[in-house]
């Protein structure tokens, strides 16, 4: 099939919709599919205010159109809403195509955390424009329940993998220097993370933020104590992540949080506060400690075997995962409820 997948956040970025997608088409393409990408790189941009590491297409409606018409797509799928993802969606509907979305990120309560805007509105709009898609991919059932009770029709379960060979146990070198136990966030670091609610717990050994984003420079200059490792390539974070004792996740606000399953793949155990993301992800499985006390959740991590926290992960493959997505794929040109041929069959 020829499957296309519209995304505002590519590379350079580092988060989990780009890993996601990234790894998503590298297994469709295995699958046998011929998947084309649209993505900023192939666009003027300029910074998202708050937030300049994600680049915005400028005025992208024309180039849009004109790749979707001549690659001919089987299916399509729209990624993000952006102004790539409205791009596509708009000539979608104004050429009676059929496609799908995904709901990667809590849109609505990230802009709430930076402008205050009112949740009901920016979920009215996320509601319009996920709705005209024949599904919405989500990547837990938490986050579908949460949805659907908000009005969006047709939730579809996407889950999430992991790359058990390069994030696994091995030598936990990386930290050595700084006193155990070492506790270890690995992700963007801004306001919608709550990152602060680590940094301001009382305890033993160190903390060690890895990552790079808006809110760095300042939670740098207020946690002095802390060590602000940057940003490094995912060789590198296997490292940080398997020389963790605790993995810690304050955000409140993930749909899934690929991070988790990248550090229990190193056995590395997590502390998070119980939400969804890690409910779904590590709930009671034992590869973690979920507590509304923070604290509490790090210090009895501690207590968990590394062992078992690396078997918990390896149930997850992005295998598994693909061959979801393609089966919420619609065909572009034909009925919206038909599915499409089963690529097995010939």
């Not at 993505?39 to 300029?46: G, I, K, V, W």
Request: aromatic share 10%; charged share 20%; net charge positive.
């Amino acid at each position: 099939m020829r499957i296309l997948i519209v995304t505002d956040a590519w590379l350079p970025q580092v988060n989990g919709v780009v890993r996601s997608l990234t790894e998503t088409a590298r297994e469709l393409s295995g699958f046998g599919h011929q998947v084309e990408m649209i993505t900023p790189q192939a666009f003027r941009t300029l910074p998202c205010p708050t937030y300049p590491d994600i680049r915005l297409s400028l005025f992208p409606y024309r180039k849009v159109a004109d790749r979707i018409a001549a690659f001919a797509p089987d299916a399509i799928h729209i990624a993000t809403e952006g102004p790539l993802g409205l791009a596509a969606r708009r000539y979608c509907l104004r050429h009676d195509l059929a496609f799908s979305t995904a709901y990667h990120t809590r849109f609505p309560e990230y802009v709430h955390a930076r402008c205050r805007l009112p949740l009901a509105l920016s979920y009215a709009w996320m509601r319009r424009f996920h709705n005209a898609a024949h599904c919405v991919m989500v990547p837990t059932q938490s986050i579908a329940d949460d949805l659907s009770a908000r009005g969006f029709q047709n939730v579809k379960l996407w889950s999430r993998g992991v790359d058990t060979a390069l994030f696994s146990p091995g030598p936990r070198e990386r930290l050595d220097g700084t006193a155990p136990p070492r506790f270890v966030y690995i992700g963007r670091v801004a306001v919608e993370k709550n990152i602060e609610a680590f940094l301001k717990l009382e305890l033993p050994g160190s903390k060690w933020v890895v990552g790079d984003g808006p809110q760095l420079t300042r939670l740098k200059q207020q946690y002095q104590d802390v060590h602000f490792a940057g940003i490094f390539p995912q060789q590198e974070l296997a490292r940080f992540y398997r020389a963790a004792d605790v993995f810690v996740f304050p955000s409140l606000t993930d749909t899934f949080g690929l991070v988790l399953l990248e550090a229990m793949a190193c056995g590395t155990p997590v502390a998070a506060y119980p939400v969804a993301g890690p409910l779904d992800v590590v709930g009671d499985s034992g590869a973690g400690v979920l507590d509304a006390d923070l604290r509490t959740a790090c210090l009895k991590a501690l207590e968990l075997d590394r062992g078992h926290v690396r078997a918990i992960a390896e149930r997850y493959s992005w295998q598994a995962a693909s061959r979801q997505f393609e089966q919420h794929l619609r065909p572009a040109r034909l009925a919206l409820g038909a599915p499409l041929p089963d690529p097995k069959a010939g």
